[in-house]
């Protein structure tokens, strides 16, 4: 028997229920907030996600699904979003449709990363982009946009942190204090926190190793260093969050290090799924789109996991909407009585009813269990007298009351009687 490959997930049919809840709940918070659906390929050119995730950051360094195509191409299967919907604004001359170009997608992503709980080699995004508003009220935008989605879901036990990591300008002066704070310790810190103090010092903040993390903690912080525009950008945001009721926290070590992410940057965190706390994460990178070579275009955006947030879901006990069940099962006795059955249930399935009827020959007592393992909320059974008669007794499962109904108005009695 050949297993399903290591860091991948089948959703069986009694769970699929579940992701249609947190897909609807996103496609809802989109309509609600005027963004159309964006789908883009699974795969790209390998040179996309080099530079637009950024060549120093852990996704690109040990995490890309990257694979010669028969062409002789790199290609990669997408670890994240951004780089293809940016990719996708700019190869289509986006920029000259009404800007804001607002987009969100629910997207498979691939990451060969060390499987366990919350962390998966293929997992699924919800994402969200706004290209072309430079203006915080963007920033609150799509920070409410998140959290209205979180609160669909029912999540309530999550935590907002956000921050601001600067633009080029106060960057560069800010990387040049970090690098100061850091040459003193390079020696007790890890192989990646050497290479990156070289290439984006902003990024050995976000170092996970525990020797790293002591010594990070006493590191400058960039808020201290924002320009005044950057300071400005970021006091209005939190005024905005404030106004809409959206509560968060500053934390000064969120950095999305990547050199054309800007500005603010956020994070919705649980402490009820163990490590991978973070379920949702974005940021304004108002550098991107000119990385890839599109115009100067500013955009804000977030992602979140989706296999995070059902497991967040499951951990709490927050409810799932029941999984849509047949409203009626109709069982037959022998040939004909089946066969009236099945026509019967056809019959109303083609005119949008949900129903069902045997497909495996089975006797009326294990039709009877089938039907109550499906959950119909209807039972009839078509014995000769009621092929004679025309008429079923549709039995009410969930008080067992009956009604006897003619063939013709089933469809009509049970509109009535949902
Ligand atoms: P982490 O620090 O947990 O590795 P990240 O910074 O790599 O997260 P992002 O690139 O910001 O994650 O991706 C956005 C969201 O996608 C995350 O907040 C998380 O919910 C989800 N996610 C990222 N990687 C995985 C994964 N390997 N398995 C499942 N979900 C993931
Ligand atoms: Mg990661």
């Not at 005024?239 to 000064?252: A, F, H, I, R």
């Not at 949702?280 to 990178?285: D, E, M, V």
């Not at 275009?297 to 996991?305: D, E, H, N």
């Not at 039995?395 to 009351?401: F, Y």
Request: glycine content about 8%; charged content about 25%; proline content about 4%.
């Amino acid at each position: 028997m050949i297993n399903i490959p290591k860091g991948t997930k089948d959703v069986l049919p009694a769970e699929s229920y579940k992701w249609q809840f947190v897909e609807n709940a996103a496609r809802q918070t989109a309509a609600q907030f005027n963004i159309r659906e964006i789908r883009t390929p699974v795969f790209e050119h390998t040179e996309l996600f080099l530079r637009g995730v950024g060549e120093t950051t852990d996704v690109v360094t040990k995490e890309m699904y990257t694979f010669e195509d028969k062409g002789g191409r790199s290609i990669t299967l997408k670890p994240e979003g951004t780089a293809g919907a940016a990719r996708m604004f700019i190869e289509n001359g986006l920029a000259n449709s009404p800007l804001p170009l607002k987009a969100y997608y629910i997207a498979p992503c691939y990451r060969y990363e060390r499987p366990q709980a919350g962390r998966l080699r293929e997992f699924h995004q919800f994402g969200i982009e706004v290209f072309g508003a430079s203006s915080p009220e963007a920033d609150a935008e799509v920070i409410f946009a998140a959290s209205t989605f979180l609160k669909k879901l029912g999540i309530k036990d999550i935590r907002l942190e956000i921050n601001s990591i600067g633009c080029k300008s106060c960057r560069a002066e800010y990387n040049r204090a970090l690098k100061e704070y850091f040459r003193p310790h390079l020696g007790e810190m890890c192989a990646t926190c050497n290479e990156r103090f070289e290439k984006n010092p902003l990024r050995m903040i976000d170092c996970k190793e525990e020797k790293c993390k002591a010594i990070t903690a006493g590191a400058p912080k960039m808020l201290d260093y924002l320009c005044p525009d950057c300071r400005a950008h970021f006091e209005k945001v939190k005024c905005l969050l404030d106004s809409l009721g959206v509560e968060y926290t500053v934390n000064p070590d969120i950095v999305r290090g990547l050199d054309y992410y800007t500005r603010t940057v956020f994070e919705f965190v649980s402490t009820s799924i163990g490590a991978q706390g973070t379920v949702c994460g974005g940021g304004r990178y108002d550098g991107l789109v000119s990385e890839l070579g599109g115009g100067n275009v500013p955009a804000i955006g977030f992602a979140a996991g989706l296999e995070r947030l059902l497991l967040l879901m499951e951990n709490t006990g927050i409810p799932f909407p029941a999984a849509a069940v047949p409203e009626v099962y109709v069982a037959g006795m022998d040939d004909a009585t089946r066969a009236k059955a099945f026509a019967i249930v056809n019959d109303l399935r083609a005119r949008g009813v949900s129903a069902e009827c045997d497909l495996m020959s089975r006797s009326v007592k294990a039709q009877f269990k089938y039907a109550d393992k499906l959950g119909a909320k209807y039972v009839a059974v078509i014995g000769g007298n009621e092929l004679e008669r025309g008429t079923v007794n549709l039995k009410k499962m969930a008080d067992g009351t009956v009604s006897e109904v003619a063939f013709a108005d089933i469809y009509g009695f049970l509109a009535e009687n949902k």
